[in-house]
């Protein structure tokens, strides 16, 4: 069954594939909000994150903290197979939908 | 040189998150804080920035019970408040069932306690009970006081001295102190029923504390 996914969840998934190896919270916060050029709450990127490792697309392994963290940990974030396979159908989803479309004259 | 947002928000956002998250949230957030808030915005922008972003955690956190008290209270407005006047009549002398009042508090207290046994099992801190309830009780009887107070200033703005004048003040801040206080403890409660809770759960599951 094809999982769905919302709007902000593509973005942050996107974020984490572009961001590759440094996808921890804050560097998936920058990238999202340069992306939807808005800004968005840290904590809606991180219950995002946590939804969708509940629901099995992420996982997620502690790494190192730095002094400008007081020593606190990052949890990097990386997709798995079935948030792959969600996020390529989102993908074809999109195409699919907006397949054929021409912008309509006197709107841009 | 490292600047620190300001404690209390920090203390108050560990305090919130739950235990899995409480290190790398509150990373992410110093992070931002010291390397591109402060340096861009100065200290007290910065900080302002610090705490609506506890306050986003906050809200999160509190919304659901919030929303749950709000509606019993209109709730009870509409169901009870017919009923109420119709125990006024049955002092009367006019045969009425009695309002019952029991109804107006348990089902609040009932959402209370849930709530703190909820925010203290999900942060694994007993006083995260105990802030949830002081919120959620805070909000909610402001906006209940709120909508006490402004139909009159609204419609009948040449009473609104009334509610401006010493003693409504004073009784709005006795309302306003001793149910915030009441819902904080009966939050706090539940908090405690959340603490022991998870400690035997993961007393039963062999994970040390």
Known sequence: MAVLLGAFEQAVLLAIVRLREDAYGRAILREVQTRLDRTVAAGAVHVTLNRLERRALLLSELGAGTELRAGRPRRYYALTTEGRQALNQAHAGMHQLWRGYKPLRGTI | ?209
């Open chain 2, 1 to 209: 040189m490292n600047h620190t947002p300001p404690r209390w928000a920090e203390a108050w956002l560990r305090l919130l998150l739950p235990a899995r998250d409480r290190e790398t949230v509150s990373g992410d957030l110093l992070e931002q804080y010291r390397d591109s808030v402060h340096p861009t915005q100065g200290r007290l922008r910065a900080n302002a920035w610090y705490v609506a972003q506890v306050g986003w955690f906050t809200w999160r956190r509190c919304w659901l019970t919030v929303s749950l008290l709000l509606l019993m209270s209109f709730v009870s407005q509409a169901v009870l408040g017919p009923w109420a006047i119709a125990g006024g009549l049955g002092r009367a002398g006019i045969a009425t069932p009695v309002p019952p009042l029991l109804l107006m508090v348990v089902p609040p207290a009932l959402v209370l306690l849930w709530a703190g046994a909820w925010a203290s099992w999900r942060a694994s801190r007993f006083w995260a009970g105990a802030a949830v309830g002081f919120i959620a009780s805070l909000l909610v009887t402001k906006v209940l006081l709120a909508a006490l107070v402004l139909p009159f200033v609204i419609w009948q703005p040449q009473l609104a001295w009334v509610a401006m004048s010493w003693e409504s003040l004073r009784d709005l801040t006795l309302i306003l102190v001793s149910t915030t206080s009441a819902g904080t403890a009966v939050a706090t409660l539940g908090g405690l029923a959340g603490t022991v809770a998870r400690r035997a759960n993961r007393s039963y599951l062999g994970i040390e504390h």
